[in-house]
């Protein structure tokens, strides 16, 4: 079986561009989870979908956007790039809404902004 | 606002020693606390989880431990391999807010052969 598919695997922006990344849950997993992690740090929760509907947002500007479709793939999407956007962009999927468990992250979207 | 504190940043131990992690929280509404293991160019993968209602959970020679009166918990890894070498990152999650962990800054751990 397949894991959490991420498209692409590297991206290079110029600065004021837009972006989107892509993600496919793992099949039947109906809840995608989008994290931003910046070198030597943490992941850092962006949005939650579950069953097409936002259900959870993290301290991010609105430049931000996500949306899950009917298959429930997803894309995140970030407007007006700035430098600090540079990061490691992980997607994951799980069965369920709640309480964390039975993630499973994709290997993300390494996205640089020059 | 950085809820759960993670140390050391960086450790180093011989093949066969024993790798502890510690991590600290400040929320007490947290009810789920997974560690997770990050190889160069994945994505983090659930290394192994425990709830604050047990002081131990083990799974081979992974082991958490977990204090909720001091708001702490740690992760042994007991004869350590070089192919544990990785970045270790705990984390935390509370129901209400359903699936958001906050993730600690990651401990790079090298095992020398």
């Known amino acids: 079986d397949a894991g959490v598919t991420q498209s692409p695997t590297h991206l290079i922006k110029t600065r004021g561009q837009h972006v989107t990344l892509r993600c496919s849950p793992i099949?039947?997993?109906?809840?995608v989870s989008w994290y931003q992690q910046v070198l030597g740090q943490g992941p850092q929760f962006i949005f939650q979908?579950?069953?097409?509907?936002?259900?959870g947002r993290g301290n991010f500007p609105d430049r931000f956007s996500a949306r899950q479709f009917p298959n429930y793939s997803s894309e995140l999407n970030v407007n007006a790039l700035l430098l600090g956007d540079s990061a490691l962009y992980l997607c994951?999927?799980?069965?369920?809404?709640?309480?964390?468990?039975?993630?499973?992250f994709g290997s993300g979207t390494r996205l640089t902004v020059v | 606002q950085q809820q759960v504190k993670q140390s050391p940043q960086s450790l180093i131990v011989q093949k066969g020693g024993i790798s502890i992690i510690n991590c600290a929280y400040e929320?007490?509404?947290?009810?789920?606390f997974p560690w997770y293991q990050q190889f160069p160019g994945k994505g983090p993968a659930l290394l192994i989880a425990?709830?604050?209602?047990?002081s131990e959970k083990k799974e081979g020679r992974f082991t958490i431990s977990f204090n909720k009166s001091a708001k702490q918990f740690s992760l042994h890894i007991m004869d350590s391999q070089p192919g544990d070498s990785a970045t270790y990152f705990c984390?935390?999650?509370?129901?209400?807010?359903?699936?958001?962990?906050?993730f600690g800054e990651g401990t790079q751990l090298t095992v020398n052969p």
């Open positions: 099949s039947g997993h109906k809840s």
């Open positions: 994951a999927s799980s069965a369920r809404q709640g309480k964390g468990y039975g993630y499973t």
């Open positions: 929320n007490t509404a947290f009810d789920y």
């Open positions: 979908y579950y069953e097409k509907e936002e259900r």
């Open positions: 425990i709830r604050p209602d047990v």
């Open positions: 984390a935390a999650s509370m129901g209400h807010s359903g699936s958001r962990l906050t």
